[in-house]
């Protein structure tokens, strides 16, 4: 067993949109990651997605409404819903979801970060 400091782990990085495995369970990973400015539009085919707030705001644009999160709320968007984080100033967040999770989902891009570093 080994205590997560998320502060902690969120102050060894600066880059945005690159997700950290922190913590893994049950085939599920714990990641923190730095937002700011828009994500591509994705979607997970076999995976729901926990976005928690730890600093900042976070607004996740969905076709039909946008859902604004705040420090302390967390939003789990449903496999197969297509959606776009979108972060005005630096968001910190922690994210729970299965290990075969792609952070661009259904998207290849330049963001995609197809093994995620633990720190």
Do not use: C, Y
Not at 86 to 101: D, G, I, K
């Amino acid at each position: 067993m080994e205590k997560v400091n998320i502060a902690e782990k969120l102050g060894l990085f600066q880059d945005t949109w690159k997700p950290r495995i922190v913590a893994e369970l049950n085939g599920q990973q714990v990641k923190v990651v730095k937002l700011h400015g828009p994500f591509v539009w994705h979607q997970h085919e076999r995976e729901d997605e926990m976005f928690l707030v730890v600093r900042g705001n976070l607004r996740l644009e969905f076709r039909e409404s946008v859902v604004e999160l705040r420090p302390g709320e967390l939003l789990v968007v449903p496999r197969g819903v297509e959606h776009r984080p979108v972060a005005e100033n630096e968001v910190e967040v922690l994210l729970f979801e299965p290990a075969s999770t792609l952070n661009t989902g259904n998207v290849r891009n330049e963001r995609t970060v197809g093994e995620p570093e633990r720190i």
